[in-house]
C-alpha cells in the first residue's frame, strides 16, 4: 500500500471543494472526481494524523456496496478508471481511492437509517422518547434493536457544524412529499438489504447514512459514500449487548482517547494522536472491509 495522503494535490483538474475526507475534482461540466485521503474526523474537527490506508479502505468498502445494492436505486460511479483521467506523476495519488462520478444535484439532507438505539438517537430517545419525531417504546436501553428500522433524516452542516435531525414534516417541507418518500423508501430498503448481508459477516450496523442527488432528468441517484466505517455504525455481532455500545469498526479508539482528554473542548486544534492509537483505529478499518468482503 502507498504511503499515507492527508491531502491530495493535483494540478490537471481543478479543485472544486475539500471536506473533511474528500476532495472534489471538476472532470468536465458532468463529472467529478473524488479523491478519498486518509484524514479522520472527529467531533466535527479534523485530525492533524492521517490514518495511513484508510482511503483505500473506505474506497473499496463504498465500491462494494454499490455493486451490491445497484438494483435498488441508480448510484453516481461511471465507471471511468481515476488514473486515465489525471497526470501521470499524480497516478499514486488516486490509485485505489478515488472514482469518476457524474455530477449532480445534491439533495439537502442526510438520509439517516436506524436499526439499533445508539449515538444522538439515544441522547434523544431518554430525553424525548423519539428520534426526529418517530416515537419508540418506553424502557429502551442503550444499544437495543429497534422493533423495525426508522428513517431519521438530518440536515447538512457547514464543515466544523453538526448536523441536525430534523423531522419527518420538516423533511417533506425540503423536499416534498413526492421526493421525501421516494428517498425514504429507498434508504430503507439499502438498510434492509445491507444489515442483512453485514449479518452474515458477524457484522451489525446500527445506523447509517446515505446521501442522495439527482442527474439532469431528475432522477435520484445515490452519491458520496455508503455503508462505510465512516458513514455507519458497525458492530460486532459476537460483542453485541444490549445496555452498553459495543467496540465499533471504526474510529471509536479515536474517540475514548480524545474523551479521556479533559482539557480538549472538542474544537480545533485537536490534540496529536499517539501512534498506537492510529494503528489500532486503521486495524479497526482493515478488520471491516475484510469481513464484509472476502
Known amino acids: 500500500m502507498s504511503a499515507a495522503l492527508y491531502e491530495s494535490s493535483l494540478h490537471s483538474l481543478p479543485l472544486i471543494g475539500r471536506g473533511k475526507v474528500r476532495e472534489n475534482y471538476a472532470l468536465g461540466a458532468e463529472r467529478l472526481l473524488i479523491v478519498t485521503s486518509d484524514r479522520l474526523s472527529a467531533f466535527d474537527v ?157 457484522i451489525l450496523i446500527a445506523d447509517t447514512k446515505f446521501e442522495f442527488g439527482q442527474d439532469a432528468a431528475g432522477r435520484l441517484v445515490l452519491m458520496d459514500e455508503i455503508l462505510t466505517a465512516d458513514s455507519s455504525r458497525f458492530w460486532p455481532a459476537d460483542l453485541y449487548q444490549p445496555g452498553q455500545n459495543p467496540p465499533s469498526f471504526d474510529k471509536q479508539f479515536v474517540r475514548d482517547y480524545l474523551e479521556s482528554i479533559p482539557t480538549w473542548k472538542k474544537t480545533a486544534p485537536p490534540p496529536p494522536l499517539p501512534p498506537e492509537i492510529i494503528e489500532r483505529t486503521a486495524a479497526k478499518y482493515r478488520e471491516a472491509l475484510q469481513r464484509l468482503t472476502s
Open 46 to 202: 479534523i485530525m492533524r494524523e492521517p490514518i495511513p490506508g484508510k482511503g483505500h479502505v473506505l474506497n473499496a468498502m463504498a465500491n462494494f456496496w454499490f455493486a451490491r445494492l445497484a438494483s435498488i436505486v441508480p448510484n453516481h460511479l461511471t465507471g471511468i478508471d481515476p488514473e486515465s483521467v489525471v497526470a501521470q506523476d499524480e497516478i499514486e495519488q488516486v490509485r485505489g481511492r478515488a472514482v469518476v462520478v457524474q455530477r449532480l444535484r445534491p439533495i439537502p439532507i442526510e438520509a439517516v437509517v436506524r436499526g439499533y438505539l445508539a449515538g444522538s438517537g439515544w441522547k434523544d430517545y431518554q430525553a424525548q422518547g423519539a428520534i426526529c419525531g418517530v416515537r419508540l417504546p418506553p424502557g429502551l436501553r442503550n444499544a437495543d434493536k429497534l422493533p423495525e428500522p426508522i428513517f431519521t433524516p438530518a440536515t447538512k452542516a457547514e464543515m466544523g457544524q453538526h448536523d441536525e435531525n430534523i423531522t419527518w414534516e420538516k423533511t417533506v417541507d425540503l423536499l416534498g412529499a413526492t421526493l421525501a418518500t421516494r428517498i425514504r423508501e429507498v434508504s430503507l430498503e439499502l438498510y434492509r438489504q445491507a444489515s442483512a448481508y453485514a449479518a452474515t459477516r458477524g
